[in-house]
């Protein structure tokens, strides 16, 4: 850790103490990367034991007295930079976080969370949401008692979106989705009426030989440019990154032999998780600082490079050749068939599979729901009828199974409530990174299209990464592009990208 960033005594002490925390979190993050890829099945008893062991001491740690007394005597200080008072905040949050809530809570929280998972997996297989209902209630009234702990000004929905999205409230989510779902709305039925852009596309079927599909996810990783002995892929079943460290930022995909695209996007995104963490100054290692800020802005910076690069027509037209020369069945398409089975736009049941113009409406419905239920102005078995009826209502459709409805995510089940809308943020927000980067990068279609990526990470890492969690969103995002979050650009970008005649 430098000494530059870090001067004052009280904090170089916190700092100290600090170092057993981050060993306890370094290698919870390896046990918790171990469980989603190479743990043998049956491991899990043990695994469960010491993760929450561990989670109970590092709890410990974080509460010692003589932890906390320094920080309180760190937030009296009035001259401290603005690295030692991101130290006072992160570690203030964590204090606050496990202070407040009484430790009966936290165990049934835990309790009820670890077995709704299993059984929202039978109720989804089973297509059976009364078997889940209860498990819903719960965690429901459990989330409220913590929002209540945890304390709120407007909303009890603030104090949770605040764990996911520090400073975030349900008025600024609200705001944003009221000026997203016009131009949305107006978008789809636009694309879909002058059928510039497909509903399906034929390479939506085609099946790809897994080995194959492997060395193009290297490639394509390769062509976006990474340090092989910080970073590592590896499959899981669901695609997440991880950063054990600055320098062991680990990301997984997933290979499912048909419909390519999921794979390769798959891969984009992670990426871009990735590189924040990669990014981040190595000055802040083994301090509180060295993660992303948010999962919000974290969100942005894989739909940054998910959407704004993987899926442009410049970055679709730079890979044909390559993805032409592994996947055979390519020969018959064109660098523009790719952008067109690349950007698919339709009204969809389910939000992981949805597009960019939709994806956001799909956010609304769950956080219209989750509002109304910590309020209780709603019972959870009113849920998969107000689901429907907000689908019907925002896209269109209407699904006709529980599964491919109320019961599509896992979310509520692992008890993350007021964690859907750091989706929408993330897009909002890299969409705004694109308007801000275009000024200082005017040629940065072009680089794409020579896949040069270089002035891009630096201006990335410039304005967000390198400061991991010193800011808090709100004022990185000022602090980085001299605005707050704002979706007038997200929207933009929509008609700009959607609403051309024909896409060449
Ligand atoms: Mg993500």
């Not at 974080?62 to 030692?84: Q, V």
């Not at 978008?187 to 390479?203: A, F, G, M, S, T």
Request: no cysteine.
């Amino acid at each position: 850790m430098s000494t530059a960033l870090f001067q004052n005594k009280i904090i170089l002490d916190i700092l100290e103490k600090y170092k057993t925390i981050w060993s306890i979190d370094h290698a919870l993050a390896l046990l918790k990367w171990d469980i989603e890829t190479y743990m043998p099945e049956s491991g899990i008893e043990e695994r469960s034991i010491s993760v929450s062991q561990l989670d109970l001491l590092k709890q410990k740690l974080i509460l010692d007295p003589n932890f906390t007394s320094l920080i309180d005597r760190a937030d009296e200080i009035k001259d401290l930079n603005d690295f030692e008072r991101g130290v006072v905040r992160v570690l203030k949050r964590s204090i606050k976080i496990y202070k407040n809530l009484p430790p009966k809570l936290l165990e049934e929280f835990s309790k009820v969370t670890h077995e709704a998972v299993i059984v929202w997996r039978n109720a989804k297989a089973k297509n059976d949401f009364l078997v889940f209902q209860p498990y819903l209630e719960k965690i429901m009234i459990l989330s409220r008692e913590i929002a209540e702990y945890l304390g709120y000004k407007e909303h009890p929905y603030d104090a949770l979106l605040d764990l996911h999205e520090e400073g975030l409230t349900s008025r600024d989510v609200s705001s944003i989705f009221s000026s997203i779902v016009p131009t949305a709305r107006k978008v789809l039925d636009n694309v879909i009426e002058k059928r510039n852009y497909l509903q399906r596309h034929p390479l939506e079927d085609v099946t790809y030989d897994v080995d194959i599909m492997k060395n193009v996810t290297k490639e394509i990783a390769t062509i976006l440019g990474y340090d092989a002995k910080r970073f590592r892929i590896d499959i899981s079943a669901h695609p997440f990154t991880i950063g054990i460290g600055i320098k062991d930022v680990r990301i997984t995909t997933r290979y499912e032999g048909k419909d390519f695209k999921s794979a390769l996007f798959s891969l984009i995104h992670e990426y871009g998780h990735a590189l924040y963490e990669l990014q981040i100054d190595e000055a802040l290692i083994g301090t509180p600082l060295a993660a992303g800020v948010s999962l919000g802005v974290h969100e942005s910076q894989s739909r940054f490079w998910e959407n704004i690069i993987g899926r442009s027509k410049q970055f679709s037209k730079a890979i044909h050749p390559l993805l032409s020369k592994y996947l055979n069945f390519l020969s018959k398409f064109s660098a523009e068939d790719l952008y067109l089975y690349f950007n698919t736009v339709k009204p969809s049941l389910i939000r992981v599979d949805a597009d960019e113009v939709t994806y956001n409406l799909h956010i609304l419905i769950r956080f219209e729901i989750e509002k109304l239920l910590l309020n209780g102005e709603i019972k959870t078995t009113d849920v998969p009828e107000l689901w429907n009826e907000n689908m019907e209502k925002y896209l269109g459709i209407k699904p006709k199974t529980y599964s491919e409805g109320v019961l599509q995510d896992i979310h509520w089940s692992q008890g993350s409530v007021g964690y859907f809308p750091t989706y929408t943020i993330g897009n909002v927000i890299a969409a705004q990174i694109r308007s801000y980067m275009l000024k200082d990068i005017p040629d940065f279609y072009d680089q794409i299209a020579n896949l040069r990526f270089t002035n891009i990470k630096q201006w990335l890492r410039d304005k967000i990464h390198r400061w991991g969690s010193t800011y808090p969103p709100k004022e990185l995002l000022k602090k980085a592009i001299g605005e707050e979050i704002n979706p007038q650009y997200f929207l933009q970008y929509l008609e700009e990208k959607y609403l051309a005649t024909l896409p060449s």
